[in-house]
Every structure is written in C-alpha cells, then in structure tokens.
C-alpha cells in the first residue's frame, strides 16, 4: 500500500520533517528525492498514515514562517482521513486534525504527546451535512479563537457595544455573530464593499469599510455612538490605537492577531497608548487559543449547535489542488477570501 502511494505521490509530497511527516518545503516545485522513498513507511508502532482532505492557510503562519529557515516544513493545520493504522485508537477511516504541515499525506506517531498540537478525531456526533473543512474553521481551530477569545477574555454582557476589525475573516466573522448571541451590539469593519454587506446579512448592527471611510475615528463614533465595551483586535498597530480611544471605561480588548504589521520590514511605530489605558482602566489581554485546548470539545459542541440552529453562519473560501496552496496563502494578504481560506486537495471527499 506504502508502495503505490510512493508512486502516485512521487511529484506531490518532499522530504521528512522531525516529525516524521512528508511534507512541501517552502520553496517549490514538490518533488521527493528517490533516496527518501524507503522512508516512506510505518515502522514504528503504533503510527498512522493520514491522506489530508483540507490544508489550512491562516494569517498567523506568515510572522512564524519569518523566523523559520528556507526549506523546511510549512506549518499548518490539516484535516485528514486515516488510510493505514498501527494504532486501535485511530482505525482506518478515522478523520483527524493535527498540525502535520502542507503535505498531502503525514505519518503520524499517537504517541507523541505536544500540548501544543494535539491529535484530534472529528466528533463521532458530527453532522453528516456539514462539511469536514469546518473543522479547520467554525468548528475548529479559527472558531474556537472567536469562541474563547471573546468569551473567555471579553466577557461581553447583554447590551454592550462589541467591536471587531477583520470581520469578514474567518474569526471575525464568528466573533460579530456570538456578540449577537449574548444580546449585544455588534460593529465590524472590512476592507470592501461586498464584505461590509456581508456583515449586514450577518446581522452586524453596524460596519464600514476602512479602506473608504474619511476617518477611521469619525466612522467608528457613527458605528459605535455609545463607545465600544469590548474590543477583539485583528489588525493591531495605528488602527488599535485609534479604537481605543473609543473604548469605554473598564473596556476589555482581547488581542489576536496584527495582521496590518505582519509584512512589515520594521516594528511598527505608533501613538503611545497607555495613558488611554489607564485613564480608562481597559483590560488588554493577549492570546494563543491553544491555551484552551482542554475545553475545545465544549467549544465544538457549541459551534456545531448554534450552525445547526442556524444562529451562526459561515462562508469559506476554498482553493482546488495542493499545488495552489501558495497562492491561497498570498491571498489573504490581499483581502481575497471571505470567511475561511481552506484549500481542497482535489480528487478528495469532503463529507463524512
């Protein structure tokens, strides 16, 4: 079996990592040095190989990816289907979610326990209607970074003002509509037209584009008049520093990503805000959702309800073909995914 994955995969998976999974260097094209195809293979009890049905692409990798060399490992979480098993835990046919990198086949050892990057199966209750690319996004990881990020950090209560940027994405999204689940008013800006209407079909009370509002902080007194109470920043740099100067007081601000600083050459320079932050008395918290990876079954179990019941809504944006995963990364930097960027590698099932 080994063998002719070895064969039909030759040009489409590259050398091992430390892990022992295969996977694409960052520097194209994909191809698998004849001398590693003997380390294609389970030998070491108990293992299993996983086919990935979905690789992620997630604003995150790029900061991480500047302080990895050239040629190792992507990093990135998959979801995939186990095709060959040395463990009863995980028997063929079982879907998991790890963090094994762009590839398109891992060998993955159970017994390797990281806190940081657990094995995870789907749950056994999951709705045969719901795509297994959700459980990279609204029922994986991007959802429970909306979940915890805003529950846990923000505390929104009923009839506060929520406020977040890069809300069209696939986080933000889902931070605007539990905003709308735990009775507050919810604020979001984007960066185009479409996005904004989308938060509107979302249930957004109010959103604008950023990129063509005169002023960020006159747009963001229209959108929120009463002040913002909870802040869950995306983008960080001169945008935060402008919002918080429309927190209220005893605002929380829960801070996920930068994504306006991840390509820049230079640490970002900005107005000093801490005098804002002590006049006010705000409560800024950073956050890697890892941190909360015990009570992820909680938080799953949440996201699949509220989907069914229809509260919460997702959009996806997904790219065919291994090949193309480059590309779906770049894109998002340049604002062309709604919702969550998956890829799709082609030829696979997407169900259950």
């Known amino acids: 079996m080994i063998g002719s994955i070895i064969a039909e995969y030759a040009n489409k998976i590259s050398l091992w990592c430390s892990n022992r999974c295969c996977h694409i260097p960052i520097t194209l094209p994909l191809i698998c040095p004849p001398t590693m195809y003997k380390q294609f293979s389970i030998t070491f009890s108990p293992e299993i190989l996983v086919e990935s049905l979905f690789n992620s692409v997630d604003p995150y990798m790029r900061p ?26 995980f028997p063929v046919g079982t879907v998991i979610m790890n963090q094994y990198g762009w590839c398109s086949h891992a060998v993955i050892d159970v017994n390797k326990r990281d806190p940081q990057n657990p094995l995870r199966k789907a749950p056994a209750d999951y709705p045969n209607d719901l795509p297994l690319s959700l459980l990279l996004g609204a029922v ?89 109470d909870c802040y869950f920043d995306n983008v960080g740099a001169d945008f935060s520093s402008t919002v918080l100067n429309h927190m209220n007081l005893f605002g929380r601000m829960a801070i996920c990503g930068s994504i306006s600083t991840y390509n820049d050459n230079e640490p970002a320079k900005g107005p000093y805000p801490f005098v804002t932050i002590l006049s006010k008395q705000l409560t800024l918290r950073g956050f890697k959702v890892p941190r909360w990876f015990n009570e992820w079954p909680k938080g799953m179990d949440q996201m699949v309800q509220w989907i069914t019941e229809g509260k919460i809504k997702y959009r996806e944006h997904v790219t065919e073909g291994f090949e193309n995963m480059p590309k779906a990364f770049i894109g998002m930097f340049v604002g062309e995914n709604t919702g969550k960027a998956v890829v799709k590698l082609q030829g696979e099932n997407a169900w259950l």
């Open 140 to 228: 994986g990881m991007t959802g429970m970074t909306a979940y915890f990020g805003l529950t846990k950090l923000c505390e929104p209560k009923e009839g506060e003002t929520v406020f977040v940027n890069g809300a069209a994405g696939a986080v933000g999204s889902i931070v605007g509509q539990i905003a709308k689940i735990k009775g507050c008013r919810a604020v979001g800006s984007a960066g185009s037209d479409a996005k904004v209407a989308w938060l509107k079909e979302l249930g957004f009370d109010a959103a604008f584009n950023y990129k063509t509002v005169s002023s960020l902080d006159a747009a963001l007194k229209e959108a929120a008049p009463n002040g913002i």
């Open 64 to 89: 991480y990816t500047r302080q990895l060399p050239t040629g190792i490992t992507m990093i990135g979480e998959g979801c995939g289907r186990v095709i060959e098993s040395k463990s009863s835990d």
